[in-house]
Nanobody, 124 residues
């Protein structure tokens, strides 16, 4: 499975960005797609995830009401719409994928075997 992120950039506080992750090479009908971010000197943290099998979504409390994860383009693309961005959202954002329904383990990066290269988001 290959994942390619796009849509990062620089924005002022309160602004919006849409990140996209385009997937190829997958063979199963259902996947869990996740977005993680990592700020300099910090650990990688889960932001949001979506399971295509039933459409379940997961959000970190810090982004609830501001970020929306969704599927597009016949499920080959996963978007992360980010609004009301804050300086603390500044980080490298990574798209990830795994086959299974994650449940409470959706935050665990080690559960995701497939990763993109990342796209930088800067809010200042």
């Amino acid at each position: 499975v290959q994942l390619v992120e796009s849509g990062g950039g620089s924005v002022q506080p309160g602004g919006s960005l849409r990140l996209s992750c385009t997937a190829s090479g997958y063979t199963y009908s259902s996947y869990c797609w996740g977005w993680f971010h990592q700020a300099p000197g910090k650990e990688r943290e889960a932001v949001a995830a979506i399971y295509t099998g039933g459409g379940s979504t997961f959000y970190d409390d810090s982004v609830k009401g501001r970020f929306t994860i969704s599927l597009a383009d016949g499920r080959d693309t996963v978007d992360l719409q980010m609004t009301d961005l804050k300086p603390e959202d500044t980080a490298m954002y990574y798209c990830a994928a795994q086959r299974l329904y994650p449940g409470v383990r959706w935050r665990m990066s080690e559960e995701f075997p497939y990763w993109g290269q990342g796209t930088q988001v800067t809010v200042s």
